[in-house]
């Protein structure tokens, strides 16, 4: 679209040679083009972390009802919610769960590797909760709900910090746009008269 509009204004104003405006905008185009991808990107993976740090406990919490029941191990009831729930954190819990079964290797390392990929510090402590679980013999329906209700006080803290902070920001646009035009007019009118008897002196 740069080099396009560049060769339409290289045409229009018919100057001889070569159009080096449509190669500067085709350069300009290419940089603002994949800056505004690059920044959705980010946009959208923050967005879907956020909805895995929120969904996370319900699935969690999913898991531990079918422990207390006594109808799976921990593995197959983390296994039989995530397959319940259709949401990110589902999601990622059973593509941790197929890299345990084609890789070979523990929940832990396959959730400890969901983690760093997606960079969600949540499936470390998961992963974690695992681990003590299984060396030391602490029931996982216990861990498990300690774990979703950390995660659970940790997004109201959240949003609760969110909520305190939206008056401080608030203020903000009302000192852009009502303060300081207002400032602007009293020193227009404060000034302008002596600015005018001193030009007269």
């Given at each position: 679209?740069?080099?396009?509009?560049?060769l339409?204004?290289?045409?229009?104003?018919?100057?001889?040679?070569?159009?080096?405006?449509?190669?500067?905008?085709?350069?300009?185009?290419?940089?603002?083009?994949?800056?505004?991808?690059?920044?959705?990107?980010?946009?959208?993976?923050?967005?879907?972390r956020?909805a895995?740090?929120?969904?996370?406990?319900?699935?969690?919490?999913?898991?531990?009802?079918?422990?207390?029941s006594?109808?799976?191990?921990p593995?197959g009831?983390?296994a039989?919610?995530a397959a319940?729930?259709?949401?990110?954190?589902g999601?990622?819990?059973?593509?941790?769960?197929?890299?345990?079964?084609?890789?070979?290797?523990?929940?832990?390392a396959?959730?400890?590797?969901?983690?760093?990929?997606y960079?969600?510090?949540?499936?470390?402590?998961?992963?974690?909760?695992?681990?003590?679980?299984s060396?030391?013999g602490?029931?996982?329906?216990?861990?498990l709900?300690?774990?979703?209700?950390?995660?659970?006080?940790?997004?109201?803290?959240?949003?609760r910090?969110?909520?305190?902070?939206?008056?401080?920001l608030?203020t903000?646009?009302?000192l852009?746009?009502?303060?300081?035009?207002?400032?602007?007019?009293?020193?227009?009118?404060?000034?302008?008269p002596?600015?005018?008897?001193?030009?007269?002196?």
């Open positions: 679209m740069g080099a396009i509009g560049g339409g204004f290289w045409a229009l104003e018919g100057r001889a040679g070569l159009p080096l405006v449509a190669l500067a905008l085709a350069l300009v185009g290419a940089g603002a083009l994949s800056t505004l991808t690059w920044l959705q990107l980010r946009f959208r993976a923050r967005r879907l956020t895995v740090q929120r969904r996370l406990p319900r699935v969690l919490t999913g898991a531990r009802v079918l422990l207390e006594g109808a799976a191990t593995e009831a983390l039989t919610a319940t729930y259709q949401d990110p954190a999601d990622l819990l059973r593509e941790a769960l197929r890299i345990k079964e084609v890789q070979r290797v523990d929940l832990e396959a959730l400890d590797e969901v983690g760093d990929r960079g969600i510090e949540s499936f470390h402590r998961l992963a974690d909760a695992f681990r003590v679980g060396r030391y602490t029931p996982m329906s216990a861990l709900a300690d774990f979703a209700g950390s995660l659970r006080a940790g997004w109201h803290a959240d949003y910090e969110r909520i305190t902070r939206a008056p401080v608030m903000v646009p009302a852009v746009f009502f303060v300081l035009p207002l400032l602007v007019l009293i020193m227009f009118l404060v000034f302008s002596l600015v005018g008897t001193l030009s007269r002196l």
